[in-house]
């Protein structure tokens, strides 16, 4: 994951060398569709108690999303984003010390509100800082091969919000077409429920992580 982002770092700083000449007008008023590839990469969660009873940990992944982006001024904008990703979830059982075992298959809908504070440059390169949150549409599929063996009682996931920091920049190569690359820092919790007849148990699993993201946009 580390040399995706460095590799993506490299990418955005020599985009940004074509991003030099200024038009005339600025960006202010203009609004934008567009559409953006993410690597994520989620934190470890450690768990002794609950519904998975073990050390929980998400694969790197790759979401897809499509944007709408307004700039409200020229320092300004909002983005509105919605995508979709999944992720195999690899499960340690803290008993057992059974290490890699693949626990199942997360899949996220996720629609994220973005602030962004652009900082002029006198170029067509408007980079920016941003806050924002989400609402994330989940949903779990347990994997065949564990629940064969530990015959687990079903398993549901809830619904969750997330918020986030970013940073990037947005590059005009013409008037009306951006180059976007983002890079989102976000903290999220996902709750899990083990259906068991005898009790029900409930589990938070922490998805923070860091997302790098690179797109396309037009701007009308």
Not at 170 to 189: G, Q, R
Not at 198 to 206: F, Q
Request: include cysteine; charged fraction near 15%; aromatic fraction near 14%.
């Amino acid at each position: 994951m580390r040399k995706k982002i460095i590799g993506l770092i490299l990418m955005s700083a020599a985009l940004a060398l074509i991003c030099q000449p200024a038009f005339a007008a600025g960006p202010g008023g203009k609004f934008g569709l567009g559409a953006r590839f993410t690597l994520v990469d989620s934190m470890t969660h450690n768990s002794t108690t609950g519904t998975i009873n073990s050390d929980i940990e998400a694969e790197t992944y790759l979401g897809y999303s499509v944007n709408a982006t307004y700039y409200i001024w020229d320092f300004l904008s909002v983005e509105l984003d919605a995508g979709y990703a999944e992720t195999k979830l690899i499960t340690a059982n803290t008993s057992t010390s059974n290490l890699g075992t693949e626990y199942g298959w997360l899949k996220q809908f996720p629609i994220l509100m973005t602030l962004r504070f652009m900082i002029p440059t006198g170029t067509n390169w408007y980079p920016y800082v941003g806050v924002g949150g989400g609402y994330h549409f989940n949903d779990f599929k347990i994997d065949e091969s564990y629940a064969a063996v530990h015959s687990p009682p079903d398993v549901n996931v809830e619904n969750s919000f997330s918020y986030h920091a970013n940073a990037g920049f947005e590059c005009f190569v013409t008037p009306s077409t951006a180059i976007n690359l983002d890079m989102k820092y976000t903290w999220h919790e996902i709750d899990f429920e083990n259906s068991a007849p005898s009790a029900v148990k409930e589990e938070a699993v922490d998805m923070d992580g860091l997302s790098v993201g690179g797109g396309l946009k037009y701007f009308f």
